[in-house]
């Protein structure tokens, strides 16, 4: 009698298992971009009040708007999880860089509320989120360890 042996690949699905619930993707104004820039990114996503800064969501705006396509990723990753051992640093970079990329895409687009006539005056344009392009240029995304 011969006793056959199916292989589901159930090691590899595990240590995959184990590897993603070890690590976290964060996106938006990192600790990198330095602390000014992250008061400026907080300060706008939030507003403030005081300083008559309007809120204009940029990162949770784009999380919220991407949701679904995020949490489809990541259905796409435990499906690749039973095929074969995957990468899973790289799925998560690649996640990470499509959130960078929408999050850049809200703040280039974003146009509501609008920056007030001096302010306009005083950058020569009206986009809300841009003045010198240097916290556009500072979102980035990390994996990072939970």
Known sequence: MVIKIKDNHYNSYMANLKE???????????????QDLVNIG??????????NIPKRS?????????????RSEFRKIFRSFKKSRINVKTKLKEIGLTQEKNIKKTIYTLKTPPNAPYTIEKKGFDN???ETGKMYRSISYQIRKK
């Open 58 to 70: 940029f990162i949770r705006s784009t999380f919220n708007k991407n949701k679904r396509k995020v």
């Open 20 to 34: 993603l619930d070890s690590k976290k993707v964060a996106v938006g104004l990192l600790k990198s971009a330095g």
């Open 42 to 51: 907080v300060a706008n996503e939030f507003g403030v009040k005081s300083q």
């Open 128 to 130: 809300p989120l841009i």
